[in-house]
């Protein structure tokens, strides 16, 4: 179970690393904030709907199997916030800046 938090963690850590480090260049730094702001607040509130529900199905289930629970919860909210990151990311490059609206960089 440690080793799944380890590739989780990873796996988080280059999404995020990967979303940021893909900023397009040549458009306003004000609306790409707002934009970046938006999709990770969209990723946690998402992650967080995933997971909250789950986690209290799966306790309402087995409410001696805490730990899994948890487990179960962790593993979607973090699923969750990376797919809602890495889509959000290609929107944001491929559609609201996309190459033609953008300034020589």
């Known amino acids: 179970m ?9 796996m ?6 990967g979303f940021f480090h893909a900023n ?4 306003d730094a004000r609306w790409l ?5 938006a999709i990770l607040v969209l990723g946690v ?10 986690y209290g199905d799966a306790l309402a289930q087995r409410p ?6 948890v487990y179960l919860a962790i593993m979607v909210a973090g699923s969750g916030f990376m ?6 990311g290609l929107v944001r490059n491929l559609l609201l800046f996309p190459l033609g609206r953008r300034r020589p960089a």
């Open 33 to 37: 904030l707002a934009c970046n702001i």
């Open 24 to 27: 397009p260049r040549g458009v």
């Open 12 to 17: 988080l850590g280059a999404v995020v690393w």
């Open 64 to 69: 001696d199997h805490k730990a899994i629970a």
């Open 45 to 54: 509130v998402l992650a967080l709907a995933a997971a909250i529900p789950l």
């Open 2 to 10: 440690h080793f799944m938090f380890l590739i989780l963690a990873f």
């Open 83 to 88: 797919i809602v990151v890495a889509v959000g």
